[in-house]
């Protein structure tokens, strides 16, 4: 038990130390579990992963990846580029790596050729915790990112098995028959509710069907959590299943960063192997960058989604374990994948402005032809813009086209931009930090801004940049928290109103409003 108290405390005190210095809590957990490792054997406790720690870890990831896949379309994995990048990025990678961990780490080919491939691969995990701390798992780039991420998994599936020469069941099979669960799962989550059973069904569908379940016929349980959120990611109530699983996620996430930092710590072989992959690490991201230019897609795109994916894969220490030849490497990759980390979470915070710096650069590589969700967005005669589609940004909607006002949604996400369009609704897709976007906008209609969206970056750059382009109408913005009031209005913003308090008003004139309609009172 005091392991467990130990790593809490850790935790806690190096996340909360990183904090003033703008860095992500991730970074803290990180440096937590290094800590740990070397000074926990001096109070009688184990250097590596307690069985605990480890579990919680496993359980962080599986619910992760479930919510990732509650938010996602099937169909996007597919995309030519999704599926193009990652197989040439993979083979790319590999190529690039082999010969330098041949060179001067290993004089075994295969071993070699092992420490390639792991590192040939991005951290899902990383990557998915960063796009949903900015609120961008939906935007173009988001989806982007998460899909290569999907598709270099069943890579991962394909290396595991040739490599371990263990061979997925003839049970996998089944894996094709999950769509015609759907129904069924459905109906399940119809049922649950809106209170803890619904929290139980999401944890039962993560970790009991698709975690244990997907081991028991031969394949990764990761795979099973993911595959269980792709086949609810079309319910209505998908959105509030991964809000309720929120908490959980973020908690036992903590065990999985404390476990990566407690792999081991390094001798001097290690640290040389570690700097060596430092050094290589930023042609991961460029590779990323120029082969999804290829595919059409803009530059401000690739940039986001190459920073996104440009970190090492927790998948090195799974090769490093499953495969006796590559044990030796276990701890340098380790190493390795702790240092991309904290290189590549504090450059995903600053991905947006790091974009406006070297934009001249950067669009000097893009293409004429653009991929097709990419083209410059038109607002019509729209008299209010309005960003954000979600919850208040559609109530807002109705009550100003009520109203007799035209307003327009902009939502970075694709797909819920065309189910509104679907619906009737005049919604495009766009970016509100996506200077592109704003070169092309017309304004000259627009009597009023409303930001509804959730990412306070994303707001407070909407803000500046209507000011900028000499925009005199009214902003009026929503916030989550009492110290964002005071920074969206700096920005620009001619009114920030706090989301629940608000609430709280309306329901109160509706009470009153109802007291005295009421002949009784």
Do not use: C
């Not at 394909?158 to 020469?165: H, P």
């Amino acid at each position: 038990m005091i392991f467990e108290v130990f790593a809490i405390g850790a935790a806690f005190v190096f996340g909360l130390a990183v904090r003033p210095f703008g860095l992500p809590p991730l970074i803290g957990f990180l440096a937590a579990g290094f800590f740990i490792n070397a000074v926990g054997p001096r109070f009688g406790m184990p250097s590596e992963t307690g069985p605990i720690l480890e579990y919680i870890a496993n359980l962080g990831v599986l619910i992760l990846l479930f919510t990732v896949g509650l938010k996602l379309k099937l169909r996007q994995i597919g995309e030519p580029h999704v599926v193009g990048v990652s197989l040439l990025h993979f083979v790319l990678s590999a190529v690039l790596i082999t010969p330098v961990a041949r060179l001067l780490f290993t004089s075994d080919w295969t071993v070699a050729l092992l420490v390639g491939i792991g590192l040939a691969f991005s951290s899902t995990v990383l990557a998915a915790k960063m796009l949903e701390a900015k609120g961008e798992m939906g935007s173009f780039y988001g989806r982007a990112a998460i899909g290569i991420l999907i598709v270099q998994d069943i890579i991962a599936l394909v290396v595991l098995a040739i490599f371990s020469g263990t061979v997925p069941e003839p049970w996998a099979l089944l894996i094709f028959a999950v769509p015609l669960l759907r129904p069924v799962l459905y109906k399940l989550l119809d049922f649950a509710g809106h209170d803890e059973v619904l929290i139980l069904a999401g944890m039962a569908l993560a970790l009991v069907i698709g975690g244990y379940g997907f081991e028991l016929i031969g394949l990764k349980g990761e795979i099973g959590a993911l595959v269980m959120g792709l086949a609810l990611s079309n319910h209505p109530r998908a959105s509030e299943l991964s809000n309720s699983l929120w908490s959980l996620k973020e908690l036992f996430l903590v065990g999985f960063f404390l476990s990566i930092g407690m792999s081991g710590l390094p001798d001097w072989n290690a640290i040389v192997f570690a700097l060596a992959m430092g050094v290589v690490l930023p042609l991961k991201a460029i590779m990323f960058f120029f082969l999804l230019v290829a595919f059409r897609l803009r530059a401000r795109t690739a940039f986001l989604t190459s920073l996104a994916l440009g970190v090492y894969s927790e998948f090195g220490l799974i090769v490093a374990a499953g495969i006796p030849a590559a044990e030796p490497f276990l701890v340098p990759l380790a190493i390795a994948v702790s240092m991309s980390f904290l290189i590549g979470a504090p450059l995903n915070r600053l991905a947006h402005p790091l974009f406006e710096r070297f934009e001249p650069q950067l669009l000097r590589f893009e293409r004429k032809t653009l991929h097709p969700d990419e083209q410059p967005t038109d607002l019509g005669d729209a008299d209010v813009l309005i960003f954000g589609m979600g919850r208040i940004g559609s109530a807002t909607y109705e009550a100003l086209s009520d109203g007799g006002l035209r307003p327009v949604g902009i939502d970075a996400d694709t797909y819920k931009a065309r189910a509104h369009a679907e619906a009737g609704r005049n919604v495009v897709s766009a970016d509100a930090q996506d200077s592109n976007f704003w070169k092309g906008v017309k304004l000259d209609h627009i009597k009023a801004a409303v930001l509804a969206m959730d990412s306070l970056e994303a707001k407070l750059i909407a803000s500046r940049t209507l000011r900028a382009k000499g925009f005199t109408g009214p902003i009026v913005s929503h916030a989550l928290h009492e110290e964002h009031v005071a920074m969206i209005k700096e920005a620009g913003a001619s009114t920030a109103y706090l989301t629940m308090r608000e609430a709280g008003r309306s329901l109160a004139n509706d009470a009153i409003a109802a007291i005295e309609a009421d002949p009784a009172s």
